[in-house]
T-cell receptor
Framework: EADIYQTPRYLVIGTGKKITLECSQTMGHDKMYWYQQDPGMELHLIHYSYGVNSTEKGDLSSESTVSRIRTEHFPLTLESARPSHTSQYLC????????????FGSGTRLTVV | AQTVTQSQPEMSVQEAETVTLSCTYDTSESDYYLFWYKQPPSRQMILVIRQEAYKQQNATENRFSVNFQKAAKSFSLKISDSQLGDAAMYFCAYRGSNYKLTFGKGTLLTVNP
């Protein structure tokens, strides 16, 4: 069973709307990540956090923003959705010690019409 | 910056046969981790196997094994006795000193009954 939860699983929304994609993990991991997965399935890191009140932009420029007020919660917000934001968004987390890799959420498939 | 290359966009295998997926990477670091992840259609990304660069012994997990060639910067995945449930997109990934995972573009594996 997944210990990292993303909601909603699917979202269809109109252009210009503000949306927040939720991501929560129960493993106490200090590091969390957001990836955008394009239709060709390639993964691009858009945001990451190494702890509370720490957020950084990833390798792919994104108009989204993130916050990390609590260890377990790492929401992603789009202030004004556009069709170009249509994509799958994957959240992941990892621990800082003996490294076993990322644990991924089930993803949010966003469609902006 | 590190790069990960998967040169096989698609592969197919007969059920019960063996298939090898290729991955090469580029890095200037000496200590790092390598991973293979599996993403079934519309399902969560899960870790298949990992390899620590300082370990010469190739990792194995049941029917999955790797051929890690550090000097050649090669990290292939061998799936033995392929099963229908192995059908998925497989991603090779690299993690260096910054804890961020860099993914290849993926190989879509089809298993034929």
């Amino acid at each position: 069973e997944a210990d990292i939860y993303q909601t909603p699983r699917y979202l269809v929304i109109g252009t210009g709307k503000k949306i927040t994609l939720e991501c929560s993990q129960t493993m106490g991991h200090d590091k969390m990540y957001w990836y955008q997965q394009d239709p060709g399935m390639e993964l691009h890191l858009i945001h990451y956090s190494y702890g509370v009140n720490s957020t950084e932009k990833g390798d792919l420029s994104s108009e989204s923003t993130v916050s990390r007020i609590r260890t377990e919660h790492f929401p992603l917000t789009l202030e004004s959705a556009r069709p170009s934001h249509t994509s799958q968004y994957l959240c992941a987390s990892s621990e800082g010690g003996s490294w076993s890799g990322y644990t991924f959420g089930s993803g949010t498939r966003l469609t902006v019409v | 910056a590190q790069t990960v290359t998967q040169s096989q966009p698609e592969m197919s295998v007969q059920e019960a046969e063996t298939v090898t997926l290729s991955c090469t990477y580029d890095t200037s670091e000496s200590d790092y981790y390598l991973f293979w992840y599996k993403q079934p259609p519309s399902r969560q990304m899960i870790l298949v196997i990992r390899q620590e660069a300082y370990k010469q012994q190739n990792a194995t997990e049941n029917r999955f094994s790797v051929n890690f060639q550090k000097a050649a910067k090669s990290f292939s995945l061998k799936i033995s006795d392929s099963q229908l449930g192995d059908a998925a997109m497989y991603f090779c990934a690299y993690r260096g000193s910054n804890y961020k995972l860099t993914f290849g573009k993926g190989t879509l594996l089809t298993v034929n009954p």
